[in-house]
């Protein structure tokens, strides 16, 4: 399962749109001009005016009609726009792959607040000074007039902001609030019973009665999405107990899904760590769906959930014996991203999270037969960019060689003189295309939502679904690049590498029989996965990476029984004379099931050399190839806000919904 184009993302989101909105409304907190002054003999200053109009009716916006007050933090920060705290958090993500350096080295120092201020109905304004420079600004409103600090926001929102001398006008988006589509609109993929080959239908979720789709993992219905409910992560939080350390600043681990963990892919632990650094922006979408019995009534469903684990139950009846069937469900966060600079003013795009699921069925190898996946999303890209191509007809992404990760470290082997250490590297290549039709739907022009004036959102939810199939091949061994040598410190090594792209795909025509705004795309990626280690090379010739495998017969004999090993043992893999622990030209074939009839391993053969005897090892590595074939849809909307009357405990309860009526 790749999903590289449809996945959730922080960096991508704020280069797609490169426009938002600026300006002040009843439910952003904003600034309106301000004097500021420097001199030669005077320090140079920012002046900003901070006020707010708080609501009068619950017909009020983002600015909760229960909000007494709204706090704003001003923290000294070392990013003063998106791009500049996406620098911030892949420098943290490097230090955190390097595992000379201790984790708590890595991470920037704890922002203190250099100013701040208190807006109530009664003080709607404020005027504050700063020294030029780099913030992040933090807004937060309570239901307090005095709030203590000791009990979470209603919501909060963040903006990275640039100021230099003189007057600066900031705009703070508020978001937790009911939002209705102006045109509702209902799903055209999800819904949908797919069926096989022989036109049988596939029950994505045989525990459950009936045939189910994707609709139904998700918990979306055939009626039309007439919005969402937008939840601040501090009532989230609330509302859940969840112990926050800092409660008052939204704090920045309002989701504690969101746990860093330097062992995972890089892009990963960027993202997690802008999920961190942004965290009073992040919110809870649910989507609202008009009740099938009564229009006058919703349904919702949960647009962020806890992660759940592959659940995977023994297949049996028409799946495959002895195999599994596994369904899975992802969700993201909403983030509204903010920033604010002299040169381009203030800009937003507000990621509306994601959701999707998958089905498969694997057999007992754990090899799938049947990949299905589908789901919604707002932001088409992941963090990496691809180069994008058409000739007229079809759209060509080639993500390259950009998802290659490359580990270089030291690990112990065992020899007759003792224990020696001995340098490997991990070396991983995945890469591929994405294609689609060059027509009015064309993804890689899709724009992240915005926010204007703190009442409207624009965009496009992005509705996919997708089947995927795997096959294991023989692929060439990576070319290791010439900068990646023992000596590199081990974050410098994640580079890209020298693996060849996979072939483009021929879309279909455009447009499908789905409607006009959908249409195919199809997804092709390859990788392997190749260790290898450091051989010194003799005299004046340079050392050189020697790709391989372990072998798992070597083994130190004592034949004198002297309690000191004395004769190493084991088979010569690769037949040059020499049993080792790790045998270079060699690699173990992944394709290789074991027959109980006649006690032995079946293997493909995937290096074509005829005169083999044992498939299970093979002088190429084995790799992966894997296809999709699926379909989109671009559904364009604008919502309004207006005050969320439910609380989340009503959302979350099983009871119905009622909307107002006007």
Known sequence: MKMKLLAVCIASAWAVTGCGGSGSGSDSVGSAGGGGSSSDSVAASSSVNISASFPQSAQAAAIDGNAQSISI???????????????????????????????????????????????????PSVSLSLVPGTYRVEALQFESLN?????????????????????????????????????????????????????????????????????????????PIIGMHIIGGPTFEEEFNSDLENPASGATAAFDEFEIDPYDDFDEIVQEVMLETMGPSLHVPMIRQQDANDPA?????????????????????????????????????????????????????????EMFAEFSIEDEMGNDELDIEGGLATVPFQFEDPEITTDGTTVTLDWGDGFERADVHTELIQTLEGEEEVTFLDFETDSGTTTFPDDGNRLDQVDGPTVTGGTTITGTIIEFMFEFSEVQVGLDVPTVPEDIVPEIDPVTSIMAAQAASAAGLTAQASATENGENCSPIEEMFSGVFVKYVWVEGEGEEAGSW?????????????????????????????????VEQFEVGVFENWTCTFDEVNQTDVCEDLDGVVDDTDDTLEIIPTGWEETGDGEYCLHDFTMTASQMEFSLEDLLSDTEVVVQSE
């Open 147 to 223: 709030p203590d600090f000791d009990t979470p926001p209603i919501s909060a929102t963040t903006s990275f902001v640039t100021l230099d001398e003189g007057s600066h006008s900031i705009e703070l988006n508020l978001v937790h609030a009911t939002w209705t589509n102006q045109t509702a609109f209902s799903l055209q993929l999800l819904n949908q019973l797919i069926t096989d080959d022989n036109d049988e239908v596939i029950d994505l979720n045989p525990d459950e009665d009936g045939d189910q789709t994707l609709a139904d993992l998700l918990e979306l219905t055939d009626q």
């Open 546 to 578: 020697e790709g391989g495998t372990w072998n798992h017969s070597y083994f130190l004999e004592d034949t004198d029984q002297d309690g000191i090993p004395d004769t190493v043992s084991g088979d010569d893999l690769n037949g040059d004379g020499v």
């Open 297 to 353: 009534e919703e349904t919702v469903a949960f647009w962020f959930d806890e992660p759940t684990d592959n659940e995977c139950n023994v297949a049996d009846g028409e799946l495959p014996e002895g195999g599994y069937y596994c369904v899975e469900r992802h969700s993201g966060p909403a983030i509204l991203l903010q920033e604010y600079t002299p040169d381009t003013g203030n800009m937003n795009v507000f990621n509306l999270g």
């Open 73 to 123: 933090l001003f923290h000294a920060s070392d990013a003063g726009s998106i791009d500049e705290a996406l620098e911030v958090a892949e420098f943290t993500a490097q230090c955190l792959q390097d595992q000379e350096v201790p984790e708590w080295e890595c991470f920037p120092e704890e922002e203190p607040v250099v100013n701040e201020a208190l807006l109530t109905a009664g003080s």
